[in-house]
């Protein structure tokens, strides 16, 4: 069995009221996940399971197998201070690991299910948006930031997220080998694997000319002609290791205020505020969903619809109705 420290959830602790044979099937489940899903997921059930598990004994109560009954008081307590998207991840957690170890799901049962009705009743479900970048506070940046290698990198970095639309981890996991520069002047970047594509069958993502001009003086510039596409930087002129998914988004925020986003504003970028600044463009310029939803890589019309939701409000049919009517002017 795999010491704690090591270990997905801390089940080498889990009290006296989990039988061996349980905690067995648990300790196989660990060793067999590590191997079927990504780090980030993995260490994400753990950050939650330490919550739920503090929480836990902190009431005096083994955290698994945990009564419905615990997992409603937990749901009721968390939902004062979380917001109802965190409380549901922390549920989906508890659930996964009572599965694992062969036990009843106790998030499924009725108590359970009527904290979280009760939740959703008290509190707002909609989760704010990440503010958008899209191509005019791109172009606006490649205008003004000037010289110097940062420059060079932010700007082939904004214009390839921007194409791709790519995720940040996505974004960062690109390497010189998953780019192909065509006669066009043009270029493809093959998108290995991804949040929606876990099996790793890859997806190719367009590029256009001038980020494939933006891209290679930062190449050239960086003395990259292997590995990693986007690296950190040490001082002005050095040239680091990978970038980490996490500095994605301070790049943005950086890129915001430079443009002169309201401070509120720039709060409110993320990793995100690209992948949402390129769907509205998209949809602002009419093109269909579907071709949206295959540039993004999105396998339901859900998230771009609801990144999307301001231009498709203009254009939906009470829009076209006032505008005939004259309504508008």
């Known amino acids: 069995m795999l010491s704690p420290e090591n270990s997905l959830l801390p089940w080498s602790d889990t ?26 997921t993995l260490r994400a059930w753990r950050a939650d399971w330490v919550i739920y598990d503090a929480w836990a004994r902190r009431c005096n109560l083994s ?41 009843v799901n106790p998030c499924a ?38 010289e110097g290698l940062r420059a060079e990198r932010e700007r082939a970095l904004l214009c390839v997220a921007y194409d791709s639309m790519a995720r940040r981890s996505e974004l960062v996991a690109l390497d ?16 290995r694997r991804s949040k929606v594509d876990q099996g790793g069958e890859g997806a ?25 596409l986007f690296r950190r930087l040490i001082g002005r002129e050095r040239v680091g290791a990978r970038l980490h998914a996490d500095q994605i988004a301070d790049i943005y925020k950086r890129v915001a ?15 995100h505020s690209i992948r949402v600044g390129a769907t509205q463009d998209l949809l602002a310029l009419n093109i269909d969903l579907a071709s949206v939803m295959q540039a993004g890589r999105w396998k339901s019309t859900a998230m771009p619809m609801r990144y999307g939701e301001r231009v498709l409000a203009s254009q939906n049919g009470r829009a076209g109705a006032a505008q005939r009517q004259s309504r508008d002017e």
């Not at 698994?64 to 004062?80: D, F, G, K, N, T």
């Not at 009725?110 to 990440?130: F, G, I």
């Not at 010189?176 to 998108?191: K, P, Q, S």
Request: charged share 25%; glycine share 6%.
């Open 15 to 40: 009290g006296p009221l989990l039988p061996h044979e349980n905690r067995e099937r648990l300790s196989r489940w660990e060793q067999e996940a590590r191997n079927a899903y990504p780090p980030n």
């Open 63 to 103: 955290p698994i197998p945990a009564a419905p009954e615990l997992i409603a008081a937990y749901v009721r307590e968390s939902a004062a201070a979380k917001k109802p998207a965190t409380v549901r991840r922390y549920l989906a957690t508890i659930a996964r690991a009572h599965l694992a170890a062969g036990l």
């Open 109 to 146: 049962s009725e108590p359970v299910r009527l904290a979280v009705k009760a939740m959703t009743r008290a509190q707002s479900v909609r989760q704010r948006q990440a503010h958008a970048l899209g191509w005019a506070e791109i172009s606006k940046f490649i205008e003004t930031s000037g």
């Open 176 to 191: 010189i080998e998953d780019l192909t520069l065509l006669e066009d002047g043009t270029g493809r970047v093959l998108i």
């Open 204 to 228: 190719v993502a367009y590029l256009a000319c001038e980020t494939v001009r933006h891209l290679q003086r930062w190449l050239e510039r960086a003395g990259i002609h292997s590995g990693a």
């Open 257 to 271: 205020s430079w443009v002169g986003m309201q401070a509120e504003d720039v709060r409110q970028v993320s990793g």
